[in-house]
């Protein structure tokens, strides 16, 4: 975090009124915590989930069609990898060879199982991120590209091109209780989360690495191996989406995307399918059980009511849209700054600290960020 004394030196500015609220990216019927839809005949009511938010949207024009608390921040779990993703897949060679730290091996959570010993092809990184969610491929893939700190700024900076402004990255690969973070200081929505696959998406690598089922990954050599003169081996990863073409819950037309989980986020889901000129995609947070069921059924729906129902909303385009006031009271607004500052300390106490280190520090930076606002207004 920036050192108080930096900005304690600055002229105590007076007072001022809080701005006006504007309304929330994508439209004001995207305000409602509750289901938001606009009914038409023939179409079946909006469906109803065991999750907090969701959103159904017309991937390729951007009409949101239904959706529940869209902008409510919730914890990510692993689908903020699709932030990763798309903050970094342009900016790292896919054929660069990268060694990875014996932290980034040792991460908690779910791995692809790495060793300092030897060196991965960023591509390969990315497939184990997005098909079987390996937090150590995260941490490498953030070490490739400068560090902790400066990934953490670039997600953020991207969430913020891309409008989703309901985002805040404090890990790249959406650990939560275990890195000490929590919904102050890691989130995003569903209205986010679309907006990112639907950005992803667009990129032929990201598309690639989401849809891809079976892919292999190198590893040491066995004896067996070296007697045979080979000086790399590996073995098969498969993807963890089980609605891909051939998995337990096989959707027609999938495309691809992210699920995820964590004790405290329970179960997250983004993805799109495509059905002759249609494609949909959908986004839902804190879901009582696997996700596919559901995703289903929003998928379903979204097909049925792709232009007949009035749109409650759209994906804006990256790029200028209507900022949130300045004090709108949610953390995102603040804390994304100060937690990218641009000093040359490491960040690694995300993910290595944690606990109550974690927890600590993102507390210490938002009583900095709250006595400023009250001296100064911003």
């Not at 045979?228 to 998995?247: A, E, F, S, V, W």
């Not at 096989?250 to 691809?256: D, F, H, K």
Request: charged residues 20%; contains cysteine; positive net charge.
């Amino acid at each position: 975090p920036p050192a108080p004394a930096t900005a304690a030196a600055r002229p105590a500015a007076a007072p001022v009124a809080a701005a006006p609220a504007t309304e929330p990216v994508g439209g004001p019927q995207l305000a409602g915590k509750g289901t938001i839809v606009n009914g038409a005949p023939g179409v079946p009511a909006a469906p109803k989930i065991k999750a907090a938010s969701y959103l159904i949207a017309d991937g390729d024009t951007g009409a949101v069609l239904a959706a529940k608390d869209p902008h409510g921040q919730y914890l990510p779990a692993s689908t903020l990898k699709t932030l990763t993703t798309v903050a970094l897949v342009s900016k790292l060679d896919p054929n660069r060879l990268v060694r990875p730290s014996q932290g980034a091996c040792d991460v908690e959570g779910t791995k692809v199982g790495m060793t300092p010993k030897m060196q991965y092809k960023v591509s390969d990184l990315f497939y184990a991120l997005m098909m079987m969610s390996a937090n150590d491929a995260a941490v490498t893939l953030a070490e490739a590209n400068g560090g902790m700190k400066k990934t953490l700024a670039d997600m953020n900076a991207e969430a913020q091109r891309l409008n989703a402004r309901d985002t805040l990255a404090g890990s790249p690969n959406g650990l939560d209780v275990d890195l000490g973070l929590n919904v102050k200081t890691q989130h995003t929505s569903s209205y986010d989360l679309a907006l990112i696959l639907r950005e992803g998406l667009k990129n032929p690598d990201f598309r690639k690495y989401v849809e891809t089922i079976d892919h292999h990954f190198p590893a040491p050599p066995t004896k067996k191996e070296r007697k045979k003169g080979k000086k790399t081996g590996g073995y098969p990863i498969h993807t963890h989406n089980r609605m891909l073409p051939g998995q337990a819950h096989a959707y027609q037309g999938m495309i691809g995307g992210k699920n995820g989980y964590t004790v405290a986020a329970s179960q997250t889901y983004v993805a799109a399918a495509k059905r002759g000129d249609k494609t949909i995609v959908i986004a839902l947070m804190k879901a009582d059980k696997p996700p596919s069921p559901y995703a289903a059924k929003l998928l379903d729906w979204g097909f049925a009511a792709q232009g007949k129902v009035k749109p409650v909303g759209e994906l804006v385009p990256p790029g200028d849209a209507q900022p949130k006031a300045a004090d709108d009271g949610r953390p995102n607004s603040l804390l994304p700054r100060a937690l990218t500052s641009p000093d040359e300390s490491d960040q690694s106490w995300l993910l290595i600290g944690g606990g109550a280190l974690g927890v600590a520090l993102a507390a210490a930076v938002l009583t900095f960020v709250l006595r400023r606002r009250r001296h100064t207004g911003s």
